[in-house]
């Protein structure tokens, strides 16, 4: 198994590779404007540095958010062009299931906790856990104040507003790793017949922009972003009349 896993759903770009057992090579660069310009280098460099050819990876993995638009799309997109390059299978992990699965990497955190992350317009994306793999709730959009409180909060939007949810309650990563993504996606698929895996990385397209839909995905999933809110760019109105 070799699974290449990225992630473009927060500001930080970041790619590893995973080789079943191990993460071998990883790389992150936290830059919010450079998505489209970072993440095939970081790519590169996990796959030179793993002395791996991009023909040789068995699974592609992207976060699928939650996150703004544009980030998310540049890792969606590039996981779709990929698997169809090498003819390997793209499957999508939320990208908040990655931060929480850190902590139990880090053994940072026994016990229930929140992730939460920058969703802009004084907002956060947010998940409650019960442990590093298990999500009791979400993922959501609040307002920090809205919090579940008491429960440790790890990720940027905790940092961000930690006067808001209180500093004592902040801990953890800051953003998603590759590693923690390739680590979990590679040890939900050492659990999969072939046949489910493919059922999984065939589900039918379709962004998710509901609470409901997003809850309805198991951790690792089709490459679909869940964005939970419409974005900001509309379709101009018809133009108004002009009275003399």
């Known amino acids: 198994m070799l699974v290449l896993a990225f992630d473009t759903a927060t500001p930080a770009v970041t790619a590893a590779l995973h080789d079943g057992d191990r993460v071998v090579a ?15 280098p970081a790519i590169e460099k996990v796959l030179r540095e793993s002395r791996v050819r991009l023909r040789d990876v068995t699974a592609i993995v992207a976060g699928t958010g939650p996150g703004p638009y ?9 996981a779709t062009a990929l698997a169809s390059t090498i003819g390997a299978p793209a499957f999508g992990v939320c990208t908040l299931d990655a931060i929480a699965y850190t902590t139990g990497r880090t053994g940072q955190i026994t016990g229930p906790f929140l992730v939460a992350t920058d969703a802009r317009r004084k907002e956060v994306f947010w998940a409650r856990y019960g442990d590093a793999v298990t ?17 440790p909060v790890v990720g940027a939007g905790a940092r961000m507003y ?26 939900r698929l050492a659990g999969l017949t072939p046949e489910e ?15 409901e839909k997003a809850r309805e995905l198991s951790v690792l999933g089709a490459p679909r972003p869940i964005y ?3 974005p900001d760019a509309k379709v101009p109105g018809a133009p108004k009349r002009v009275t003399a």
């Open 162 to 187: 930690a006067e808001t949810i209180g500093a004592g309650r902040v801990v953890g990563p800051e953003h998603p790793s590759a590693g923690a993504l390739a680590a979990l996606a590679a040890e």
């Open 70 to 78: 544009t980030g998310l799309r540049v890792g969606l997109m590039t």
């Open 26 to 40: 990883e790389s992150t660069t936290v830059d919010a404007r450079r998505h489209g310009e970072l993440l095939a």
């Open 197 to 211: 895996a493919a059922e999984l990385a065939e589900m039918p397209e379709g962004r998710i922009d509901s609470v």
């Open 228 to 230: 939970l809110r419409r």
């Open 135 to 151: 999500r009791l709730d979400g993922p959501c959009v609040d307002r920090p104040h809205d919090l579940p409180p008491d429960l």
